[in-house]
């Protein structure tokens, strides 16, 4: 299978550099103001005007209004929206009818149940993205760097494309895909040398590893 990879939370053009020599199929820029990786949007269109045709950019928003997420597509033109707030199966679809940006929602994963009950965005999403819920005392929906219990995953009967993101780094990336078979993977914080600073030596390793994982 050809796997997918995801490097989120960039913010410089050395580090989308990095992710782009690493090879990776996907990078992300998170706007979202309370994230230690948010950037504007002007600083994401420039980002993302400076990536070669085969890498897809993403664009993380939380729960963003329609004006935002309207101004987004216009001035970021993503390849790819991850919803990453507690955004509805019609919010998303109506999105997508009107942008026709291909639209992924992440789902904190709590349980089997959460897993079952993702199935309701199926046909309003191109990919769920299956992420670990947000410790309590987190202010950020994602990039906690934290995991959940893969083998969820592995005995889950996927209904719609999918990816793994939580916690992934380049230590655990391949026991995540043996035990899990993700076709895509997705790695932010345990690619950072400090919060917001991608290092370029773990993004390569990240990328090595999810590629030769068996
Ligand atoms: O990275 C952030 O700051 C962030 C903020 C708000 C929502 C999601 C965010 N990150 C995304 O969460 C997943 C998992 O990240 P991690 O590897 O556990 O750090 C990934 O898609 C991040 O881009």
Redesign the pocket.
């Given at each position: 299978m050809t796997r997918e990879i995801k490097i989120?939370?960039l913010s410089t053009p050395e580090t989308v550099a990095a992710a782009v020599k690493a090879g990776a199929s996907h990078v992300?820029f998170?706007h979202?103001e309370p994230?230690?990786?948010h950037v504007s949007l002007k600083e994401a269109a420039s980002l993302r005007a400076d990536l070669p045709g085969g890498v897809k950019a993403v664009l993380?928003l939380?729960n963003a209004d329609i004006e935002t997420t309207a101004t987004a597509v216009e001035l970021v033109r993503p390849d790819v929206i991850?919803f990453?707030g507690s955004e509805t199966p019609e919010w998303i679809a109506l999105v997508r009818e009107k942008t026709g940006v291909e639209a992924w929602r992440?789902i904190g994963v709590r349980s089997a149940e959460t897993l079952s009950k993702s199935a309701r965005y199926r046909g309003a999403v191109d990919r769920l993205?299956f992420?670990a819920p947000p410790p309590e005392a987190s202010a950020?929906?994602?990039?906690?760097?934290?995991g959940f219990d893969w083998r969820l995953l592995a005995s889950h009967d996927h209904a719609v494309s999918w990816g793994l993101?939580?916690?992934?780094d380049p230590d655990n990336v391949a026991e995540a895909i043996r035990a899990t078979g993700a076709p895509l993977v997705?790695?932010?914080?345990?690619l950072e040398s400090a919060p917001g600073v991608k290092d370029p030596a773990r993004i390569a390793a990240f990328c090595e590893a999810a590629r030769t994982a068996g």
């Open positions: 989120c939370g992300g998170v979202f994230s230690p990786r993380l939380v991850q990453h992440a993205l992420d950020l929906p994602g990039g906690n760097g934290v993101a939580g916690g992934l997705d790695a932010s914080s345990g």
